[in-house]
C-alpha cells in the first residue's frame, strides 16, 4: 500500500508538471503567432444557394457582408491572401416566393479561427415566379427628318420579342420598343437596335431579359421632287489678325 500513496502524492506534482508545460509552450507559440481580432473591410459575396430556375430575386436588401475574425496571425495571412477562403450563402432551395428574411451563413476554410461578429447579420429577399411572354415589336421613330427627305417603310429583323423577368415586373410591360432618332439621319437607315420593355407611360422596366436584345432595322430615305442636296463653302476675306 505505500507504493499505491506514493503515487498518488506525486500525482498534484505531474499535473501542476504538465500544467506548466502547457503554458510555457501556448505562449512560446503565441508570441510567435500571435491571436489578433481583425475585421475585414474587404466585402464578403453573399452567394444563393439552391434557387429554383422557376423563381428569381427580384430584391434583395445585400449583396455581401463584412466579417470580424479572431485568429493566429498567420491565418490572417491566408485569409488576407485569399479572401474566398471566407464565405457566405444563402440556401433558398426549400423556399417559395415571398418576401423572405433569412441569416447568412459564414464559413472559413482557414483554421483555428473564430468568427466574432459580422455585418449585416439579415438579408431580406423578394422571391418572386420567372415569367416569359412574346411581345410585337413596335418600331418608335423619333424626331424628323431634314427638309426634302422622306422616310419609306421600315423592315425590322425579327416582328417579335420574347420577355423574361419577375412576375410584378411583367405585369407592367405594355410594348416593347426599337427607337431610331429620326433627326441625326442623312441617308438609308441599316444598323441594330436595342430593344426596350416600357410600361404604360413609355418608361423602361429595368430588370428583364429580352430576347433577341437588339435588332436590325433599315429604312429607306429618299429625296423629294424639288429638293436636292447643296453645300456651302465659306470663303474667308482678309487676313488673320
Known sequence: MKWYKKILSLIPIILTSLLLSFFVWFSAVNSKDPTEEITYTRPIPIEILGQNPQFTISEQSAGNVTVTIKAPRSVHNALSNDINLIRATINISAL????????PDISIDVKPAKLVDYSPKTVRLSLEKLVTQTFAIKLNQTGNLSMGMEARKARLEYSEVQVTGPESKMAKVSEVLATIDMSTVTGNVNKQVALQAVDSQGTVIEGLTLSPSRINVTIPIL???????AFLALIPIGSPA
Request: charged share 25%; hydrophobic share 20%.
Open 223 to 229: 429625296q423629294k421632287g424639288g429638293y436636292k442636296n
Open 96 to 103: 417559395q416566393e415571398g418576401q423572405l428574411e433569412l441569416v
